[in-house]
């Protein structure tokens, strides 16, 4: 799962990409040989009236490619959610579990140690170690040369 500070970070990484991406696609609209842009007083209105409509197809074009990118965002964050979920019932089922086989005493320790905030201690004996097969008892005593 990704934290939120991953997120966070991809979401600006990405969004810096998109600003980038825009901004060259909006130089390269405005610099287009096909219909170039002259700032001489006899076609101004003409130059204005090019420049807000490749504005405005820039513009459209960042707006479209945020809606992607936003989308994308919440499909990840849906499928979080979901996993999210998940755990926190498998969580629940297990702490239920836990409450029906654990003794009343264990049950008082716990609420006593979550109410001190002190570590949890163990009351049951260490688990013994696995015993292993007899082996058979070597004819050498020394060191062999």
Do not use: W
């Amino acid at each position: 799962m990704n934290s939120p500070y991953y997120t966070t970070v991809a979401m600006d990484l990405g969004v810096c990409q998109l600003r980038n991406f825009s901004i060259s696609f909006l130089s390269s609209l405005l610099s287009t040989d096909s219909s170039p842009v002259r700032l001489d007083n006899s076609s101004s209105g003409a130059s204005v009236v090019a420049i807000d409509n490749k504005i405005e197809q820039a513009m459209d074009l960042v707006k479209s490619h945020l809606m992607y990118a936003v989308r994308e965002e919440v499909e990840v964050l849906k499928e979080q959610i979901k996993e999210l979920i998940e755990r926190n019932s498998q969580l629940e089922q297990e702490n239920s579990l836990l409450k029906t086989l654990a003794s009343p005493e264990q049950m008082a320790q716990f609420q006593a140690q979550t109410q001190t905030g002190s570590p949890p201690t163990s009351t049951q004996p260490p688990a013994q170690a696995p015993t292993l097969p007899p082996t058979q008892p070597s004819h050498n005593s020394g060191p062999s040369a």
